[in-house]
């Protein structure tokens, strides 16, 4: 009796990888059952051996418009996603202008996305200096929670906040249940060590990241600890690069702090030993660090410490990553990295014995909960037919001119990975299948207690 039937050898649902059929009807899914179950669908779909998993859910993406389209646009960035198996973003509040700090501004940002969309998007408020009686009225539109940062986010839109202005708007938000998302770096250690480091090679990565030293974001976090447990406030901790914050990280939340924490791709791939001297492409807030941090990273993915893996994906025209100078400290900090975040994370991942279904609860499950995406991230009866098939076995090499995303520079250029994706299905239309898009853009803007 439905008009979609998915099916495989290897479905991820109700936390099992096992042969099952989905049966979805009106975009949402009705029935899993056995592979050979659901014969009278209207759209049949066998995918064989592939994994069929739920869409990836990225709750940390910088699309830039409108203001700053020319870096990333709703179009581009969405495709991108669609392509990588991504079928819901949450977007962030700056690098577009205006910054979505006031219900205008977030009514101007929906207004330029209907219309744009090959998945959901959502959106992110942003809490800054003098917009407090904002954030109620901003909740109440239909943001899914609050973005600050504790150090200069590089756009004069959205200024950082400190302690006083996290004491005004903490209160706000505990009182609304919703969740603060912090760029946690804080500005006084980078100042310090910007200004030791002055007068070195800026082509040199080292330079770079000794002006971003781990005590920024080891005594941020501290920081945000004391005032969660103070406010009883939710803070989710974005883009965990030190590994030295997780001993406190661990100690609050077991003794119940409303804590949590990302961490990005990039953080468990690459490493400081292996960028070259000038190649700015590689450069991102926080930075880049060495190996046996990222592998306490993934520790702490393995053990739950680590909640969830979100992108960052931060585009920006090449010009600004300064590739001719090779200027680590001019270029502009930020990966993209939105369609290859399946591939980058697997691929890591497997060599480290995950399997995938660790892979849905960092890439789907855990951003869903944040987000409080209760039809997201999961397969199983009432949730949106969002979806993901893909090879885990097949490997490529990155071709960075095939990329969706506007602008083609990205780390990742040249790099062998596994996992290849070949379809992605939203509400149960296909929307991407090996390296098309069948469909017209279908996606919808989404707005937090919205069915």
Not at 25 to 32: L, N, P, R, S
Not at 103 to 121: C, I, Q, T
Not at 136 to 141: T, V
Request: with cysteine.
């Amino acid at each position: 009796m439905s008009t979609l039937v998915i099916r495989s050898q290897r479905v991820l649902a109700e936390g099992e990888l096992r042969p099952a059929s989905i049966a979805a009807q009106d975009g949402v899914i009705a029935a899993i059952g056995g592979f050979e179950e659901f014969g009278s669908g209207v759209d049949q779909h066998d995918f064989g051996d592939a994994v069929v998993m739920p869409g990836l859910v990225d709750t940390h993406v910088h699309i830039n418009e409108p203001g700053r389209a020319e870096w990333e646009g709703f179009a581009t960035a969405t495709r991108a996603a669609a392509a990588g198996g991504v079928t819901t973003l949450i977007e962030m509040p700056l690098n577009s202008i205006p910054a979505t700090t006031t219900v205008e501004a977030f009514l101007a940002k929906v207004a330029a996305a209907e219309g744009r969309l090959a998945v959901d998007v959502g959106f992110w408020g942003g809490v800054v200096p003098g917009n407090t009686a904002e954030l109620r009225a901003l909740y109440g539109a239909g943001v899914f929670g609050f973005k600050c940062f504790l150090s200069p986010s590089g756009v004069p839109e959205f200024a950082a906040v400190g302690e006083p202005e996290l004491r005004e708007a903490l209160p706000v938000l505990s009182s609304l249940g919703a969740v603060l998302l912090v760029h946690s770096e804080l500005p006084e250690p980078i100042e310090e060590a910007s200004a030791e480091v002055r007068g070195d090679d800026p082509r040199r990565y080292s330079t770079w990241l000794k002006s971003r030293p781990r005590a920024a974001e080891n005594d941020a976090i501290a920081l945000l600890i004391r005032l969660s447990w103070e406010f009883d406030a939710r803070v989710h901790v974005v883009h965990l690069s030190s590994s030295d914050a997780l001993p406190c990280l661990r100690r609050a939340r077991a003794e119940g702090a409303k804590i949590t924490v990302e961490t990005c791709p990039h953080y468990l791939t690459l490493t400081a030993e292996e960028i070259r001297d000038g190649a700015t492409e590689f450069k991102c807030a926080p930075p880049v660090r060495r190996r046996a941090n990222r592998e306490q990273l993934w520790q702490a993915l393995a053990d739950g410490s680590i909640d969830l893996v979100a992108t960052d994906h931060s585009p920006c025209p090449p010009a600004m990553k300064c590739r001719e100078t090779g200027d680590f400290m001019r270029a502009w900090g930020g990966i993209a990295s939105l369609e290859l975040s399946l591939p980058v994370v697997w691929t890591e991942a497997r060599q480290r014995g995950a399997g995938v279904t660790q892979i849905a609860r960092w890439l789907c499950e855990g951003p869903a909960r944040l987000a409080g995406l209760s039809r997201k991230g999961a397969i199983a009866v009432g949730c949106d037919a969002d979806l993901v098939v893909w090879d885990p076995e097949a490997e490529f090499r990155v071709d960075a001119a095939a990329l969706q995303q506007r602008h083609k520079l990205t780390p990742y250029a040249g790099r062998k990975l596994r996992g290849l994706v070949q379809a992605t299905f939203l509400r149960g239309q296909k929307i991407y299948e090996r390296g098309d898009f069948p469909a017209p853009a279908a996606g919808r803007v989404l707005k937090r207690g919205q069915a």
